[in-house]
């Protein structure tokens, strides 16, 4: 299984800082990866696919680039909305593994 | 809109069984492949089971490997998760999702429901 590992667990940013969220594969998985946003008590929400492509909808200040084992999420302007979970996850074989999620909080 | 509503979910002593279901809405479900995704209480999400949009193919986490069964009925707009010989370990909201191909890009979960929790306690 490729295990997915992210870093930090955790942050404390304040409104307008950069944050920048790092996930590393066990295994080269090229570019499937994806990165979902989830607040709590609600559903996670996709917000890049294939490690760089924003889904409809989400706002540019999210960026995810990388690719083969070590990819990144780039919140360029952390906004009020952006407080929550984040987790990456691999969609290069079964099982579709997830990171273990970096908590972005205020500071 | 795309809808997807889980239920079945509670109360059950160890050893027991429980079925979800996920009630799909506002697309061609039977176009899609679909997913159970759970979260411990307080602990992150685990992917453990994938269904083709024809069920010809199966997959399943390791953890509940031989407990558990997905299924789903196209007429019907539904998917279900047979779980068998549960275990306090399997405590969680269990979410169905949506997976979508992005053309190149791999295939992500783009649609999920609200979860519905099921409980294994004696």
């Known amino acids: 299984d490729i295990q997915m590992t992210q870093s930090p667990s955790s942050v404390s940013a304040s409104v307008g800082d950069r944050v920048t969220i790092t996930c590393r594969a066990s295994?080269?998985?090229?570019?499937?990866l994806g990165w979902y946003q989830q607040k709590p008590g609600k559903a996670p929400k996709l917000l890049v696919y294939?490690?760089?492509s924003l889904q409809s909808g989400v706002p540019s200040r999210f960026s995810g680039s990388g690719s083969g084992t070590d990819f990144t999420l780039t919140i360029s302007s952390l906004q009020p909305d952006d407080f929550a979970t984040y987790y990456c996850q691999q969609t290069n074989s079964f099982p579709r593994t997830f990171g273990q999620g970096t908590k972005v909080q205020i500071k | 809109d795309v809808q997807l509503v889980e239920s079945g979910g509670g109360l059950v002593q160890p050893g027991g069984s429980l079925r979800l279901s996920c009630a799909a809405s506002g697309f061609s479900f039977s176009s899609y492949s679909m997913n159970w995704v759970r979260q411990a209480p307080g602990k992150g999400l685990e992917w453990i089971s994938y269904?083709?949009?024809?069920?010809?193919?199966?997959y399943y986490a390791d953890s509940v490997k031989g407990r558990f069964t997905i299924s789903r009925d196209n007429a019907k707009n539904s998917l279900h998760l047979q779980m068998n010989s549960l275990r306090a370990e399997d405590t969680a909201l269990y979410y169905c999702a949506r997976g979508k191909h992005y053309d190149t890009s791999g295939y992500y979960f783009d649609y999920w429901g609200r979860g519905t929790l099921v409980t294994v306690s004696s």
């Open positions: 294939g490690a760089s």
């Open positions: 295994q080269d998985i090229g570019s499937w």
């Open positions: 269904i083709t949009s024809s069920s010809d193919t199966e």
